[in-house]
């Protein structure tokens, strides 16, 4: 009779066994595939802002100038996938902490990733490699077009690319490594969850290094007995420039949202939506502010400041969109509103060209935005944060002025007077982006 009770009994504790094992087993692949869906979701919605971009500097520029401005914008998203590849991903991943470049950066190596592990039932990874490099990949490239709005209407083609090249094949990856590769301001304290310094204050530095290099555009700043005035130059299409800050705006939430890199449980679904949330409000408080800023300031609003204070809450919420609650991120959103509205007319002062006002957005709001995480992040002190924003601007700043200067002193970087008053679509394409209408703007 004891027997007989035994055995079922033994039956059953290998059954419970081997039912919590294979629950395991589904509960990790369930996660991985969640994980890498995030990724790749989150991958295609920030690749979406590439198209933002090219239809707002489109949008921004004059219309002798609109083809060039968006060959520039495709160009530059090619080729930083391919330089990440080639050296990006690895530089800023691999091995950081290993070797001659330990806490500084990884490994020059090509990228090959590996998914054989899956395929053999180990989910440890907890996303794909491929999905891991294509949401990388694409944070890269927004880096890289930041600065092609602030130097449109003026710079060469092919020095520009050349930049774009250094840029996103060793400068941005550099600099993330110190970060989210675990480098030294990893080990430091420095945080920036998504960006605000490592992706939008990089490519701001080197927009405004490359603006001081280049010069304004002509006719752009005259001084009669003493005085130097600014002249506007209107846009081709505010319509675009619109509908290029919307998708930028779509795309955002692809680039915090999936910057919680986990999908797996219900703690990441929730983490997620409050991102979005967050997000959401920072940008729609940046609008609403830059909208009455300008209406007491100007009399009249102006809708590309208001477009910049949509872009301007954005980039702000982007070091943490995850801790601030919704007030707090509103506050946020706000203050990177005042910084653009002060800080366009201060650049002209300075006499600092920035045809689309990246620097302000994207390089002011970002230091903005990684100082006040000490705000609502506990784990982050501002000295931390501020100490990580000095280095990475001595660093980008530092490496896009040699590049520059060895591009200005050889093949040089600006077109002559002449193509640039008859427009880089006719002199550097020869072509025209709005044939129907096109004439040859006067200064």
């Not at 080639?86 to 990884?106: I, K, P, R, T």
């Not at 509103?330 to 689309?356: C, T």
Request: hydrophobic share 55%; charged share 10%.
């Amino acid at each position: 009779m004891k027997n007989i009770i035994k055995y079922p009994l033994m039956v059953s504790a290998s059954l419970v066994a081997m039912t919590s094992t294979a629950n395991a087993a589904v509960d990790a692949e369930a996660a991985f595939v969640f994980n890498t869906l995030l990724f790749l979701i989150g991958g295609f919605l920030v690749m979406f802002m590439a198209a933002g971009f090219s239809m707002l500097e489109a949008g921004m520029v004059r219309s002798k100038n609109v083809a060039t401005i968006c060959t520039k914008n495709i160009a530059l998203y090619a080729l930083s996938g391919i330089m990440f590849w080639l050296v990006g991903y690895e530089l800023m991943y691999s091995g950081v902490n290993e070797g001659f470049g330990s806490g500084f950066f990884g490994r020059l190596d090509v990228f090959a990733p590996d998914d054989s592990a899956v395929a053999a039932g180990d989910y440890s990874a907890n996303y794909g490699a491929y999905a891991d490099w294509f949401f990388q990949m694409v944070f890269c490239a927004t880096a890289s077009s930041i600065v092609s709005g602030t130097l449109a209407e003026r710079i060469k083609l092919w020095p520009f690319l050349i930049f774009s090249g250094v840029l996103t094949a060793i400068i941005y990856p550099v600099t993330g490594s110190w970060v989210w590769g675990g480098g030294w301001l990893a080990e430091l304290g420095f945080t920036d969850f998504a960006g605000s310094t490592l992706v939008h204050s990089v490519g701001g530095w080197a927009a405004l290094v490359g603006a001081l290099f280049l010069g304004p555009r002509l006719g752009k700043y005259r001084t009669v007995n003493g005085k130097t005035s600014v002249s506007p130059f209107p846009g081709s299409s505010l319509p675009i420039a619109t509908l290029g800050t919307f998708i930028l705006w779509f795309g955002w939430f692809g680039f915090n949202g999936a910057s919680q890199l986990a999908l797996g449980s219900g703690a990441d679904a929730i983490a997620i939506a409050k991102i979005f949330a967050n997000t959401n409000m920072a940008a729609a408080a940046g609008t609403i502010v830059a909208l009455g800023l300008t209406q007491l300031l100007y009399k009249k609003v102006d809708l590309t400041m208001v477009l910049n204070g949509a872009l301007a809450g954005l980039v702000s919420i982007t070091a943490d969109p995850l801790s601030p609650s919704i007030a707090q991120s509103i506050l946020i959103g706000s203050v990177g509103a005042v910084i653009v509205v002060f800080a366009v007319p201060l650049l002209d002062k300075l006499k600092i060209d920035d045809v689309v006002g990246a620097i302000p957005v994207h390089l002011l709001c970002g230091i903005w935005g990684t100082l006040i995480v000490a705000m609502s992040n506990t784990e982050a002190t501002f000295i931390h944060q501020l100490i990580g924003v000095i280095a990475i601007g001595a660093f980008v700043s530092i490496a896009s002025a040699f590049v520059w200067a060895t591009l200005k002193a050889t093949i040089g970087i600006r077109v002559s007077e002449e193509d640039e008053k008859n427009g880089l679509d006719q002199t550097e394409l020869g072509l025209k982006a709005y044939p129907e209408f096109s004439h040859i703007e006067q200064l």
